[in-house]
């Protein structure tokens, strides 16, 4: 089923591939850079790797209150790939990372998309879901790359 591409982002980071993957692939730390996110609590106390993994995140709307949203670990590949799906509809977000080795640097390709349906969701609200994450996931991906870099130049 086809699904509308809300936010398309990349970032170049200086940064062994597999550490930086697994800080992002890990939703517990959407929040420490990811705008408006508010937490991300672990349903049970699987690997955050497995397929099936769920969350409860916490997520700031730009009309109303925040918030709560499932999110499904639909797949995990800790050095390639993340793929999550969310329940909040109409939305019905689903969030892809790729991690690609560029040899200096790992490139961060993230993609929103909505798996939502009918008119109005197309008409009316995927345009200001479109524009609400794309000013998001610029700011988050500048500062995953802020935190993952500074971790990389530590002691």
Partial sequence: RSMILLAEQSIQIVRSKGSGCAFAANL???SRWSPEVADVSALGNRDFTEPGVEYIE????PLGPPRKIRIRVR???VDN??????NLMPILPRME????DRGEYTEVQ??????GRG???QR???????????KRSRKGLQRLKEILEERNSGP
């Fill in 75 to 77: 797949e995990c590949e």
């Fill in 124 to 134: 009316i609200l995927a345009p200001i879901a479109r524009a609400t994450m794309q």
């Fill in 119 to 121: 008119f109005l969701f």
């Fill in 28 to 30: 517990e730390n959407l």
């Fill in 110 to 115: 993230w993609r929103m998309f909505a798996r």
């Fill in 97 to 100: 990372m790729y991690f690609l």
């Fill in 81 to 86: 790939h993340l793929i999550t799906e969310g």
């Fill in 58 to 61: 916490t997520v700031h709307m």
